[in-house]
């Protein structure tokens, strides 16, 4: 039974059949997918969920592609929530936990986007896939494609790093390096989708890549017990992100898989050398977001200019949470206090995330008793190098001769 | 898709597309005039949010391009 109905607009409501499309003709407004409500409300279940297979395929049910759809899938999603005693214990937060998103295959949260937008894509008859990107979402897509025997074209700036660079080229995609930055990549990308027939993943079908983000909510309510988190803290780049995971609760209540309707506090992070959403969060009209130019290390969501950025600020304000923002020195401190503290080594956007619930933490946001979620989006080997820039070696290294004598006279025990 | 229009600045640039193209104007510009918040504007590759806007100079030879800014990921 198809449970896909169309798409409409989240401006002006304007509806359209589905396809390979995600901007409103009548106002350029975001489309979002729309789903058959009544029909899922007999299907969906806890039991069949608990029943599906352990990665974010188990919420099939609510994702945009049919039951008869062969997914591309790498086992994404489904990752551990771990309840963070120590580092709550330096916060102040007696249940504080972690969502450890970069234990996905290309250990990013953007393999749960992008395995639902090829899935969509290969079913509806593209040949090829693409995205402008910069690392997390060309390593999702290259990998992906690969999987799904699908043609690939990334486009990236042409300074971006050689690790990254060659993450991305070993799943064999076209690789087009443009003379540009992140924002000037997007754009030209933006001006292809008229005269190509190919699926852009954070482009043209947008509406259905966007959907796969759900489940990392979902998955934090199934792993709490079926309950709702009291706060969730979540990185801002687009805001697409963000806005799927306010929809991923409304959907848990619709659906009756979690009890209560007291909706979680939803906080955005960014970083200050690319705070758009945070500047106009805290400024008298947090309707009007404008661009800025990026300049900071956590360049996975530097993003000039966030297309959900109003909603981001909307969501916030109406659920009781905030936008807070870092520096780059307290992006590098989170990254060492959480893999100090947890074991955990995530990436600068993470280090963005744990550097917001720190600072919001330490300024008396919470009594100590909620119940708050931090999604860590993404692997610390991904941008290591600030951590080599910023202090090449630890405080506690020590070097030492082969001898019982030279580590007696070194090294304290 | 590309057009030619005469125009000294950009906001005469849209009403020129608007007089060859009747009802594009209003699916740019909101009430007040301003540039819709899901359009973006670029003047020779250049967001015209983060220069001069809407009364930018232009000339010539200068492009200007209209794209959805709908658009996520990195």
């Known amino acids: 039974m198809p449970k896909l109905l169309g798409l409409r607009c989240r401006e002006c409501g304007a509806e359209y059949e589905l ?32 029943q599906g297979p352990k990665s974010m395929w188990r919420y099939r049910d609510l994702l945009p592609v049919e039951d008869t759809v062969n997914v591309v899938t790498l086992g994404e999603g489904y990752t551990p929530l771990v309840k963070a005693d120590r580092l709550g214990a330096e916060l102040g937060l007696r249940n504080l936990y972690l969502k450890n998103d970069s234990m996905n295959p290309t250990n990013s949260f953007k393999d749960r986007v992008v395995s639902v937008a ?28 690969a999987r799904a025997g699908l043609e690939c074209f990334v486009f990236i700036p042409i300074d971006l790093e050689p ?31 008229e005269s190509t027939p190919w699926a852009f993943c954070n482009i043209n079908i947008r509406p259905f890549y966007a ?27 687009s805001g697409c992100q963000f806005v ?30 690319c705070a758009p959403v945070y500047n106009a969060f805290h400024s008298d009209n947090p309707d009007r977001v404008l661009p800025v130019k990026p300049d900071t290390i956590a360049k ?43 074991g955990i080594f995530t990436e600068t956007a993470g280090g963005v995330t744990i550097g917001v619930l720190a600072k919001l933490a330490r300024a ?15 692997h610390g080997l991904k941008t290591a190098d600030v951590l080599a820039s910023a202090n090449g070696h630890s405080s506690r290294r020590v070097e030492i001769e082969p001898t019982m004598k030279s580590f007696r006279e070194k090294v304290s025990i | 898709m590309t057009v030619d229009v005469e125009a000294t600045n950009l906001i005469g640039a849209i009403v020129a597309l608007d007089a060859q193209y009747p009802g594009f104007k209003e699916r740019l510009l909101d009430e007040n005039g301003d540039l819709r918040q899901f359009v973006n504007v670029y003047l020779n590759d250049e967001d015209v949010r983060l220069g001069s806007g809407l009364g930018a100079r ?11 800014a709908v658009a996520g990921g990195r």
Not at chain 1, 30 to 50: F, G, H, N, W
Not at chain 1, 166 to 186: E, H, K, M, Q, T
Not at chain 1, 305 to 324: H, K, L, W
């Open chain 1, 19 to 50: 396809q390979a499309t995600h901007v409103c003709e009548m106002c350029f407004g975001p489309l979002d997918a729309v789903y058959d409500t009544a029909a899922m409300k007999k299907i969906v279940s806890r039991q069949r969920i608990e």
């Open chain 1, 118 to 145: 090829i899935s969509w894509a290969r079913a509806h008859g593209f040949e090829t896939i693409a995205c402008a990107s910069t690392g997390n979402l060309a390593n999702a897509v290259a990998a992906y494609a």
């Open chain 1, 163 to 193: 690790a990254k660079v060659a993450a991305i080229s070993v799943f064999d995609p076209n690789l087009v390096a443009v003379r540009g930055n992140y924002d000037d990549v997007n754009r030209l990308c933006s001006q292809l989708i």
């Open chain 1, 211 to 237: 959907e796969g983000s759900k489940t990392l909510t979902f998955e934090t309510a199934e792993q709490l017990g079926w309950k709702l988190p009291d706060e969730i803290i979540i990185p801002i780049a």
């Open chain 1, 244 to 273: 799927r995971h306010r929809q991923a609760v409304r959907e848990l209540m619709e659906y009756g898989l979690v009890r209560g309707d007291r909706v979680p506090s939803f906080t955005g992070a960014q970083a200050l050398g």
């Open chain 1, 300 to 342: 996975s969501i530097a993003i000039g200019n966030p297309s959900d950025g109003v909603y981001v600020n909307r969501i916030a304000r109406e659920t009781g949470g905030v936008v807070e923002a870092v520096s780059e020195e307290e992006i590098v401190d989170a990254i060492r206090l959480l893999a100090r503290t947890e």
């Open chain 1, 364 to 378: 008396g946001r919470w009594k100590g008793e909620e119940t708050v979620v931090a999604y860590v989006t993404g």
């Open chain 2, 58 to 68: 232009v000339g010539e030879k200068d492009e200007i391009s209209i794209v959805p």
